[in-house]
């Protein structure tokens, strides 16, 4: 059974930084692409960042620069460093792994809170 387990939330001033991470059993980060999601209250769950098996990585506008998506295979964990964070960054981030072959594997964690404020 594949399991995501997020850590790293937390509460943190306007232009701090946080590190979050996205700890995966049950099989290897290295064969799905794997990316962080974000809902903040009242809206749509929103793709942040994502990084597939050949570690290509995209990033919504709003991010770009000020985030980066890694993935330690060796750890099988990925990881989202946030600098330079916005009160607009307030939100519950989710971690997700899919991939494809004769069928489709999706799996989510749990969510962490990620709340920028003063």
């Known amino acids: 059974q594949v399991q995501l387990v997020e850590s790293g939330g937390g509460l943190v001033q306007p232009g701090g930084s946080l590190r979050l991470s996205c700890a995966v059993s049950g099989s290897f980060v290295s064969i799905y692409t794997m990316g962080w999601y974000r809902q903040a209250p009242g809206k749509q769950r929103e793709l942040v960042a994502a990084?597939?098996?050949?570690?290509?990585?995209n990033y919504a506008a709003s991010v770009k620069v000020r985030f980066t998506i890694s993935r330690d295979n060796a750890k099988n964990t990925m990881y989202l460093q946030m600098n330079s964070l916005k009160p607009e960054d307030t939100a519950v981030y989710y971690c997700?792994?899919?991939?494809?072959?004769?069928?489709?594997?999706?799996?989510w964690g749990q969510g962490t809170q990620v709340t920028v404020s003063s």
């Open positions: 997700n792994a899919v991939r494809e072959d004769l069928r489709r594997y999706d799996y």
């Open positions: 990084i597939t098996s050949g570690g290509s990585t």
